[in-house]
């Protein structure tokens, strides 16, 4: 399975860009690139995915590499709200037609400092 | 409020003893998965069901079951439990799984078990 590699943290100030990295040298053509956060004491929530495209969504932009061997969670104006730990996860295609369960690496704590 | 709800909150129970935590999708969603976080396996995928039916399975124990019945809700059954199983269960919900990647899934806010 392709893995993906995260720092496991990062701090940005309050109101500020947040650029979080994800390394996923072994993609295959066919992975999509998930990105999840998690607030404390909540379940996880989906942020936004990509195939090939830089895509944008009211929560956050995903900068896809040339290659797809990277991507990058942009948050173009951090509050203390985003505080959270993020996670970058490739879902795999099932050529059988929908087993999709996801998963969780370690991801990136991020501090957001007032 | 992702629009899929968790029953029990919490539950507190003993070793050997068996639980049954719910599970309600948002509506309209077809399929319904369950994770469990502990703290140190981080967040595991345990088993998927679509409209009724296991679609797959992941680092689910033989002594865990789940099913999804026909108004879509499902149930996750542990059983025997342990110590270790003390953790939190997270059931979320998609619209339907289409295989290729492109679908998101809704969580919901989880289920505490702690086995004393």
């Known amino acids: 399975d392709a893995k993906t590699t995260q720092p496991n943290s990062m701090e940005s100030n309050e109101e500020e860009p947040v650029h979080l990295p994800c390394n996923h040298s072994?993609?295959?053509?066919?992975?999509?690139i998930h990105w999840y956060r998690q607030l404390p004491s909540q379940g996880p929530e989906y942020v936004i995915h990509?195939?090939?495209s830089n895509v944008n969504n009211r929560m956050a932009s995903l900068a896809i590499a040339e290659d797809r061997k990277s991507s990058t969670l942009i948050l173009h104006r951090a509050t203390l709200r985003d505080a959270a730990v993020y996670y970058c996860?490739?879902?795999?295609?099932?050529?059988?037609?929908?087993?999709?369960?996801?998963?969780f690496g370690k991801g990136t704590h991020l501090i957001i400092q007032p | 409020d992702s629009g899929v709800t968790q029953t029990p909150k919490h539950l507190i129970t003993a070793t050997g003893q068996r639980v049954t935590l719910r599970c309600s999708p948002r509506?309209?969603?077809?399929?319904v998965y369950w994770y469990q976080q502990s703290l140190d396996q981080g967040l595991q995928f345990l088993i998927q069901?679509?409209?009724?039916?296991?679609?797959a399975k992941g680092n689910i124990l033989e002594r865990f079951s789940a099913q999804q019945f026909p108004d879509l809700h499902s149930e996750l059954n542990l059983s025997s439990l342990e110590l270790g199983d003390s953790a939190l269960y997270f059931c979320?919900?998609?619209?339907?799984?289409?295989?290729?990647?492109?679908?998101?899934?809704?969580f919901g806010p989880g289920t505490r078990l702690t086995v004393l």
């Open positions: 979320a919900s998609s619209v339907a799984p289409s295989g290729t990647g492109d679908n998101e899934q809704f």
């Open positions: 072994t993609i295959s053509g066919t992975d999509y």
């Open positions: 990509g195939l090939t």
């Open positions: 996860i490739l879902l795999l295609f099932d050529s059988g037609g929908g087993a999709d369960g996801l998963t």
């Open positions: 509506s309209g969603d077809l399929s």
């Open positions: 069901y679509y409209n009724g039916e296991e679609r």
